[in-house]
């Protein structure tokens, strides 16, 4: 068995909604997960496949713990298998062996081992299973740590299926999901562990291949305790303040800025305008709320209307926009949206995340309102600016250094606007200590 070489986090971008005021998260801490390859002799890899070869009428469809009002067939679809006494020999002593190592190399607490569950999981064409964690219902709170060994009938004919293991964010003592992730790609032969609590979700799979042919399958299983396990939080990163005031001090500082005064307002380019306007009126009615932070949005969550990867395909068709505007080779790391503003509704004064929100845009789309809703935005020299957008109108800004803010409670039925963020694609590569170091 080997370690395999890019089982890192890769620290992808925002790929999906964020939890702050404009799409950034307030502290995320990525995942710990660990990936290994060539885990099973070839000899007992063939035999795992002739098991599920003879065993796969016995397939059934998989069961979920939905949340109330969800329906099962929208957050899981697979196939499954729970009798496995006759291979769970060919796992049986690895799995116990490395639980100590596993332990200790994740960051879970010791736990006395109760049991460790199991099953043989099947993904076909267009299976998936949403973002969850393992152990979030009474039923399987004791689940300390997960295992996801990894096989399929080489060739492999299958794409998708990778593993999103998503950050995670500490909300008064609560692991909540966050927005980042890392991927995980289902290689042939290799096992996944990462601890329970931690939010993932299986990408879809595609193929065009009949039966276990082109499938992606897993021997996948929990190590359970007998009672409730304990979980550590790490102690919070001294830059990420309580205060966002604080934030908006150091960075306004210490970060580099591009342009005479901070921010400009520019008009879309109609196609894309007509894209959003689109999608935002289809989705405007039967937009949830967003479940953002309270110490930015402090007078409740706004709507989200759910676009799809619209944002990202708009993002590149706007970029040049951006890229002339700031004078810089920018890359695309978030499209967030769209935000759907309801009356009484406001926005603390803050700045955005460093790492990667530097050149943004707010892409008004539409409102409903008695008066103009202005955000108000502090150039370079801290003067602040109210700029009022219509429709049709996008706010560029340097949004990790020109603090920004709607104070007023918003008078209307409802202000809807996607945020783009982008960071250069060279030179952009400060730390937290850095900036803790010339802190004002």
Request: glycine fraction near 6%.
């Amino acid at each position: 068995m080997t370690i395999s070489p890019d089982n890192s986090p890769d620290n992808s971008p925002d790929n999906s909604p964020d939890s702050s005021p404009d799409g950034s998260p307030t502290m995320q801490h990525p995942s710990p997960f660990l990936q290994f390859d060539d885990f099973l002799s070839e000899e007992a890899v063939e035999k795992l496949i002739a098991f599920v070869q003879s065993r796969e009428d016995d397939l059934t469809a998989s069961t979920v713990l939905a949340r109330n009002g969800d329906n099962p067939q929208d957050v899981r679809r697979s196939s499954t298998l729970f009798d496995l006494d006759s291979v769970w020999p060919l796992f049986e002593n690895q799995l116990h062996d490395l639980l100590p190592v596993m332990r200790k190399e994740l960051g879970v607490p010791h736990f006395s081992l109760d049991h460790t569950e199991r099953q043989l999981t099947v993904h076909f064409d267009g299976d998936f299973f949403g973002p969850h964690n393992d152990n979030g219902g009474e039923s399987v709170a004791t689940r300390a740590m997960t295992y996801v060994y990894y096989f399929n009938i080489e060739p492999r004919q299958f794409d998708g299926g990778e593993l999103w293991i998503y950050d995670w964010v500490d909300q008064h003592g609560m692991r909540l999901q966050g927005d980042r992730y890392q991927v995980v790609e289902p290689r042939h032969n290799s096992i996944v562990f990462f601890p329970s609590w931690i939010h993932h979700e299986v990408r879809p799979v595609h193929t065009t291949a009949t039966g276990l042919e082109g499938c992606r399958m897993t021997f996948n299983g929990w190590y359970r305790t007998a009672a409730m396990p304990e979980v550590e939080l790490p102690a919070p990163e001294p830059f990420i303040e309580d205060d966002p005031d604080i934030v908006a001090a150091i960075l306004r500082e210490n970060l580099p800025k591009f342009t005479a005064t901070g921010f400009a307002i520019v008009d879309t380019p109609p196609e894309v305008h007509r894209l959003l306007a689109e999608a935002y009126a289809a989705g405007l009615e039967s937009a949830p709320q967003e479940g953002s932070d309270p110490r930015y949005l402090t007078s409740g969550d706004p709507s989200f209307v759910d676009i799809g990867n619209l944002g990202y395909e708009v993002g590149p068709m706007l970029q040049s926009i951006h890229e002339e505007w700031s004078g810089q080779e920018l890359e695309l790391t978030a499209a967030y949206g769209i935000r759907t503003y309801r009356r009484g509704q406001i926005l603390r004064r803050h700045v955005d995340r460093f790492e990667t929100h530097v050149i943004s845009s707010v892409v008004h789309i539409d409102h409903e309102s008695d008066e103009p809703w202005p955000l108000e935005i502090e150039d370079h020299d801290g003067v602040v600016h109210k700029a009022a957008l219509e429709a049709g109108q996008m706010l560029l800004y340097e949004s990790a250094v020109c603090a920004h803010a709607r104070p007023e409670p918003f008078a209307g039925e409802h202000y809807g606007s996607l945020f783009l963020h982008f960071k250069p694609t060279t030179g952009w590569d400060f730390t937290t200590e850095e900036l803790l170091t010339r802190a004002p």
